[in-house]
């Protein structure tokens, strides 16, 4: 017999059900046919009826339109099935093909050559006058020349754009089917809310915002992960997404890689107002709320913004009866870094959803709640919350159709908040504008200014263009600026605070005050640019700096100079900190280069030791031309000698180099190997196979071991070996495997074995470059055996800050071109190292001061536990030594200022040695 409360509880149940069920029937045409195929297949997919909503249940026919079934041959969501990336810009375009209400765009390819695309879907009147529509935008992006009155006749006559992508992260692999689907239902479907969004909204999509890692992941898919049955037996993924990187195309601040530039190059011309980016992870679906910490340059107007959108999503999921969606305890607002931030970063609004993803489309029994605490939150990941009203199940049989079902019915509501409030989305995207070159009138700072006659210049163009290419307006100063912090002299560069993108020009130029020390973030507190590049940047409190007159800045290209005579018999080229030396030493690799140890001076131009020297004749060939080109076009300063200089010099041969990588964190390696080839270092990419074959020395000069995995165990051991081998090949079926190395079997680490042949090499005279938590190999494996490697307390906490590092043998080779005897580097959570007291003086380089004030810029809590550790250690082993970097000199595509410290190491290799007491002092004064 059921108690009261009970037989309530079903009433109330009852009640919910028939309310569903009306709001169901609301949202299909009555007139339309509808595809009792695909609502018949969805269903028995769903895998409760709980986990679909009234927005997705049914999708129309329209004859002569192609739904996803007719160009793919299965239903989005279908069990086993994921899409190339070729195969569904082909359904876009064969369903652009069809209606006026679809347009497909191209806007350039991806690192591996493949196209990228931009589909627009809207009523056949927003597509025909899509660039119309965009102009609109773009006044409002930029409304200097637009009076309060004029903007509103812009708004009047606008429609946002929102822009939805999928498919950043490989492994999340849901999204890029979800959106063919979306794309269909919002230009086939004639329901009240379709209707409303399609009239009011333009809705762009990239269908797969890495396509190169999508058809990399596919392949692995089909190949090995079609039949898992659960969790447990789950593999992960392949080796390599991108071509150099995983999860840090959503890190890449600076945009190096080529896809992600392709994009901001398309949003800088499109200004959607609000982005939205489609990740899996957490269950079953958070909506990024744009929780603490909080980037207070950004537009107040932002923090309100987001939770409108997510609140509003939770609670239309709610009402459909969807459970665990929530906002808030996942991500917070802190690092400008990631991809979807060129909206927030521009005034415009970034949303991003997690829903929960299998790593295929395999219908699969999922532990939901392990009992750990999932991402940036400490708390279970199925307690309800005040932000989780209705939380996700402990435990669930979960499908690619319920991920597609989820995020579909949370996008569609967006899409009708949006197209409910068009307006209002448009005057607040105005408005933000709008406040960004206002702020910059009204408060200090008002400007940067980079002063010209820096030493290196070629990083003062790194600096400028890197701004240029996030639309931020850089200007130059034709004569001497005098403010109240200084005199600078003409030729300098200088940034205003008031233009649009003003707000970013401070987020990336300021120092990075974290607001909290308690709170957590989900990636860097700290990227100051100027200390990252070892550039000066001055930040302006004088509001006089928007009066100086610049003329603007496109791209800036330096180009070298050579001062002195024609007919010379050497050049001298110095070493003034540029990655430019190492590729000028490598285009002139047939060359012989020698390198000073000591300064000396050419007129009045100072070359500090390790500037090269190139003798004009060699081997009965006039190099003169050849020299002058390189150097001019690399941006370098130089004089023509009339004789070779009479300092002690050694000459600079190439290494024969090796970058050694892990199969099961190629990410970090990536970033080096990206660096390596910009700079234009050849190099071979090794793994456990060619380590474990030996004879590395007969190989090798220089083996490079970039930061990867969390310590020695992790390298030597890598990836646990599963039940049978899994191999990294290209087959004729799953050609996009076997790109950037192969293996029979990716399992299993070098082990000790590889270890030995380590060993070997450095006992036989090979230098050993070891980085970041890298470092603990060669402590951890007896490789150096008296260096310790130890670790932070559970209480330090230390995300990327930036902070001192103080040069203790300034003049050992790998400091060439460090003229300062503390440098800024980005912290790396490396090792503790520990050198015996006895070789401390000689082994050595550089050290942490630590303490508070060694914190530059971000968060380091309880910065006192790295005092005087030491930051770079040069320990000569048998015949060869091993250079431990603590810190990582080569961090994605942002700490340029220490690149230099790897490039010297590499170039130096065989003149890697201390000076005699007698000469250090001397030499250390020539700096
Ligand atoms: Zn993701």
Request: hydrophobic share 35%; aromatic share 10%.
């Amino acid at each position: 017999m059921k108690s009261r409360t009970a037989r309530l509880r079903s009433l109330e149940a009852v009640v919910f059900l028939s309310l569903l069920v009306s709001a169901a029937a609301a949202q299909q045409s009555k007139s339309q046919p509808q595809d009792d195929d695909f609502a018949r297949s969805v269903k028995e997919w769903t895998t409760r009826p709980e986990f679909i909503s009234p927005l997705v249940d049914h999708l129309p026919r329209v004859p002569g339109i192609p739904s996803p079934k007719d160009v793919l041959g299965h239903h989005i969501g279908a069990p086993g099935k994921l899409t190339y990336h070729a195969e569904a810009v082909a359904y876009y375009r064969a369903l652009a093909a069809k209606t006026p209400r679809v347009k497909v765009i191209p806007i350039g390819t991806t690192d591996e050559g493949r196209e990228c695309v931009i589909v627009a879907v809207g009523s056949e009147e927003s597509i025909k006058n899509i660039d119309q529509y965009r102009s609109y935008l773009a006044q409002l992006a930029d409304p200097r020349r637009l009076t309060d009155e004029q903007a509103r006749d812009v708004i009047a006559k606008a429609k946002p754009i929102y822009h939805v992508m999928g498919g950043l992260h490989s492994a999340e692999t849901g999204p890029p089917e979800m959106l063919m689907e979306l794309a269909y239902r919002l230009a086939a479907e004639d329901s009240p809310v379709i209707n409303q969004i399609r009239e009011n909204v333009i809705v762009t999509i990239t269908p797969v915002a890495e396509p190169d890692g999508r058809d990399r992941y596919v392949d692995w898919y089909y190949r090995y992960k079609i039949d898992e049955k659960g969790e447990e037996d789950s593999l992960g993924g392949p080796p390599y997404w991108g071509k150099y990187i995983f999860h840090d195309n959503n890190r890449d601040i600076n945009y190096s890689q080529v896809t992600m530039r392709t994009l901001l190059d398309w949003y800088l011309q499109w200004h959607p107002p609000i982005m939205h980016e489609l990740h899996e992870s957490v269950p079953f679906m958070y909506t990024f709320s744009g929780q603490a910490p909080q980037n207070p340059t950004l537009d107040p107007i932002l923090y309100g913004e987001l939770p409108w959108f997510s609140n509003f999503e939770m609670t239309q999921m709610i009402k459909y009866g969807m459970p665990g969606v929530w906002t808030h305890a996942f991500v917070d607002m802190w690092s400008p870094g990631y991809l979807g931030f060129m909206s927030s970063n521009h005034n415009g609004m970034l949303r991003m959803y997690e829903t929960f993803g299998n790593g295929g489309a395999n219908t699969m029994k999922r532990k939901v709640d392990s009992g750990e605490a999932t991402g940036g939150g400490r708390i279970s990941p199925t307690s309800r919350e005040w932000y989780r009203p209705l939380p996700p199940y402990k435990e669930v049989v979960w499908s690619m159709r319920n991920n597609t079902n989820y995020m579909q019915t949370g996008v569609l509501s967006a899409l009708q908040l949006t197209a409910s409030f068009p307006k209002v989305v448009l005057e607040n995207f105005y408005r933000k504008s709008r406040n960004s070159i206002d702020s910059g009138k009204k408060e200090a700072p008002f400007g940067y200014v980079i002063p010209a006659g820096q030493r290196d210049p070629t990083r003062l163009a790194q600096l400028v263009n890197t701004l240029r290419i996030q639309g931020i307006e850089v200007g130059r100063a034709s004569t001497e600026i005098k403010l109240k912090e200084g005199t600078f002299p003409a030729g300098s560069f200088v940034i205003k605070r008031d233009q649009p993108y003003g707000r970013l020009a401070k987020i990336l130029l300021e120092k990075q005050d974290f607001p909290d020390q308690n709170l957590r973030t989900y990636d860097d507190t700290g990227w100051t640019m100027g200390l990252m590049s070892h550039a000066e940047v001055k930040e302006i409190a004088d509001k006089s700096i928007l009066d100086v007159a610049v003329q603007p800045v496109d791209k800036l290209d330096i180009k070298g100079t050579i001062a002195g005579g024609q007919a010379p018999a050497a050049y001298a080229i110095a070493h003034y900190g540029s990655n430019n030396m190492v590729v000028l030493r490598y285009r002139l690799k047939d060359v012989k280069v020698q390198t000073t140890e000591r300064s000396f001076k050419e007129g009045s131009t100072e070359f500090p030791p390790g500037s090269y020297i190139i003798a004009v004749s060699q081997d009965g060939k006039n190099l003169q031309a050849r020299v002058k080109t390189e150097i001019e076009k690399l941006g370098l300063t130089a004089a023509a000698l009339s004789s070779m200089p009479g300092v002690p010099m050694h000459e600079l041969d190439l290494p024969r180099l090796a970058v050694y990588s892990t199969w099961g964190n190629t990410q970090e390696v990536g970033w080096v190997r990206y660096a390596l080839d910009k700079f234009e270092v050849p190099f071979d990419l090794i793994y456990k196979e060619r380590v474990k074959k030996g004879g590395l020395r007969a190989s090798y000069d220089v083996i490079v071991v970039p930061n990867q995995g969390r310590g020695g165990k992790g390298l030597v051991y890598d990836i646990e070996p599963k039940s049978k081998p899994i191999a990294y090949t290209r087959t004729e079926r799953f050609k996009n495997l076997g790109v950037y190395g192969e293996s029979e079997d990716i399992t299993g680490g070098m082990g000790i074995a590889g270890v030995a042949e380590f060993e070997r090499f450095i006992n036989e005279g090979g230098l050993l470059v070891t980085l970041g938590s890298a470092s603990f190999f060669p402590p951890e494996f007896g490789l150096t055996r008296t260096i310790d490697a130890g670790r932070t307390s559970a209480q330090f906490y230390g995300p990327g800050p930036i902070v001192e590092a103080e040069i203790v043998q300034p003049t050992h080779p790998i400091f060439y071109g460090y003229s300062q005897k503390t440098v800024p580097v980005r912290y790396a959570n490396g090792p503790l190292l520990q050198v015996p007291e006895r070789d401390r003086g000689s082994q050595v380089l550089m050290r942490f001061p630590g303490g508070d004030k060694s914190v530059l810029s971000g968060l380091m809590k309880g910065a006192a536990e790295i005092r005087n550790r030491p930051a770079i250690v040069d320990v000569p082993v048998g015949r060869g030594r091993v250079l431990l970097f603590s810190t990582n000199p080569c961090y994605r595509w942002q700490n340029f200022g220490e690149f230099n410290m790897l490039f010297n190491a590499v170039l130096n290799f065989n003149d890697i040695k201390a000076l005699p007491k007698s000469e250090q002092a001397a030499a250390a004064q020539d700096k």
